[in-house]
């Protein structure tokens, strides 16, 4: 299992941007996936996530109404808009798939929302 993410970086806030996460080594089409993320000295936390076919979708309290996730099942690909930024969503972001009873990880990608 390989989940590498892209699209981060520094955003002012108020701003935008999207996270990608390319998913490979599994059968992507039949599993949630999610993204959490990780503020410095905090837990990981569940940011959001989207059922394999269904289109269902959870969010966290905290982004909901500003992040949308989605998915593209021909591209293996989870995506994360992230829309109306605060400095409180900076953090390392990461994608997450629960497969054979583990959960994988990506390498993370930096979102750092600052003037």
């Known amino acids: 299992v390989q989940l590498v993410e892209s699209g981060g970086g520094l955003v002012q806030p108020g701003g935008s941007l999207g996270l990608s996460c390319v998913a490979s080594g599994f059968t992507f089409s039949s599993y949630d996936m999610s993204w959490y993320r990780q503020a410095p000295g905090k837990g990981r936390e569940l940011v959001a996530r989207i059922a394999d076919r269904s289109g269902w979708m959870q969010y966290a309290d905290s982004v909901k109404g500003r992040f949308t996730i989605s998915r593209d099942n021909a591209k293996n690909t989870v995506y994360l808009q992230m829309n109306s930024l605060k400095p409180e969503d900076t953090a390392v972001y990461y994608c997450?798939?629960?497969?054979?009873?583990?959960?994988?990880w990506g390498q993370g990608t930096q979102v750092t929302v600052s003037s």
């Open positions: 997450n798939v629960a497969y054979m009873m583990r959960d994988y």
